[in-house]
């Protein structure tokens, strides 16, 4: 299977294709984004549900910044 195909594939059933080096730029940066929140040397600590809220907040902010 080709990167077409397997592209083609995944776009027809509805999914949106990322390819493998910004998949992996991505999960890189997910990464850090996790090690900001979980680091201990915060004035605060976050848990589980405030760490969602976070990343509900920058999510707001992006879809603000597009105009969605």
Not at 9 to 30: E, H, M, N, Q, V
Not at 45 to 57: G, H, I, S
Request: proline letters at 3%; aromatic letters at 6%.
């Amino acid at each position: 299977m080709t990167i077409k195909d397997e592209m083609d594939k995944i776009t027809s059933a509805g999914g949106r294709y990322i390819p493998p080096y910004k998949l992996i730029k991505i999960t890189d940066l997910a990464g850090k984004i996790i090690k900001l929140m979980t680091n201990s040397g915060m004035d605060a600590t976050f848990c589980y549900d405030d760490m969602n809220l976070t990343l509900d907040v920058v999510k707001e902010i992006l879809d603000k910044g597009v105009g969605k």
